[in-house]
């Protein structure tokens, strides 16, 4: 049994470590470029992040993770969400839940987008008005460091 605590004890301690080192919870990338400042690891996902809305799916900024789509970024960045895919199938970006931001209208067609800036940590739910549940999408916006 003692064995197996300190398997997890360890475990703790390694994961503690990584996330005073400063690095991105979400598509943490060392090779991105990054300004100069107190916490870099964090200045890469700082700015306009863009979430890409496909044939009914939101695909992740930084995982490449769809459905549901979850992206983690600074406070004061702004997410956009671009709509790539083919046709002319409707989409839209409803904020969902208790921590809400302003939701866009329904837009349809390959290059329309609809952009947001977070001010106010916490964690956002979305999905798509049109879809439902079957298009969903997280933003975690972390606090100042």
């Not at 106010?120 to 933003?139: E, F, L």
Request: glycine residues 14%; contains cysteine; hydrophobic residues 35%.
């Amino acid at each position: 049994m003692l064995g197996r605590n300190a398997t997890i004890l360890v475990a703790v301690l390694v994961t503690i470590a990584g996330c005073r080192s400063g690095t991105a919870p979400y598509g943490s990338d060392p090779s991105a470029p990054v300004g100069a400042g107190a916490n870099p690891g964090f200045e890469w996902i700082r700015g306009t992040n863009t979430v890409t809305v496909g044939n009914n799916v939101f695909t992740s900024a930084y995982t490449g993770t769809a459905h549901p789509a979850v992206d983690t970024v600074a406070l004061t960045s702004t997410m956009t969400w671009k709509w790539t895919g083919t046709g002319l199938v409707a989409h839209s970006v409803q904020s969902i839940g208790a921590t809400t931001f302003p939701s866009s209208g329904i837009l349809v067609g390959e290059g329309t987008s609809y952009s947001v800036q977070f001010t106010t940590p916490g964690t956002y739910q979305y999905d798509c008005v049109v879809h439902g549940q079957a298009m969903t999408g997280t933003i975690v916006v972390l606090p100042e460091q």
